[in-house]
């Protein structure tokens, strides 16, 4: 089994190397935009996404409707200044059925 940490911006080139081994994509991903990866049908239930504190309802769809996995860390989302004025995803996991 391959897994590969990738960076927090979403590149399809960087996707395509782990799909093309048959890898899974764990990925610290705090926002963006993930339908250049939907579209391009790179991502899948071995994907997981880390973080996920500043995504918008699209994104969370689409985690959802691949059966992507979501990992979240309160004590760090919570000490970072910048994202602690924003609720944990925690609702948003439990809406959209993503474990």
């Not at 897994?3 to 927090?8: C, S, T």
């Not at 969370?60 to 994202?83: C, F, L, N, Q």
């Not at 944990?88 to 474990?99: A, C, F, G, N, V």
Request: hydrophobic share 40%; aromatic share 6%.
């Amino acid at each position: 089994m391959l897994i590969l940490a990738l960076n927090p911006q979403v590149n399809l080139e960087r996707w395509k190397l782990p799909r093309s081994v048959g890898g899974s994509i764990v990925i610290h991903f705090i926002n963006g935009d993930l339908k250049p990866l939907h579209e391009a049908g790179l991502k899948g239930p071995d994907n997981e996404y880390i973080h996920c504190t500043l995504l918008n309802e699209a994104n969370w769809k689409m985690i959802a409707d691949t059966g992507g996995h979501v990992s979240i860390a309160p004590a760090i989302e919570t000490a970072r200044t910048k994202y602690s004025r924003r609720l944990l995803p925690t609702r948003k996991i439990s809406r959209e059925d993503i474990s």
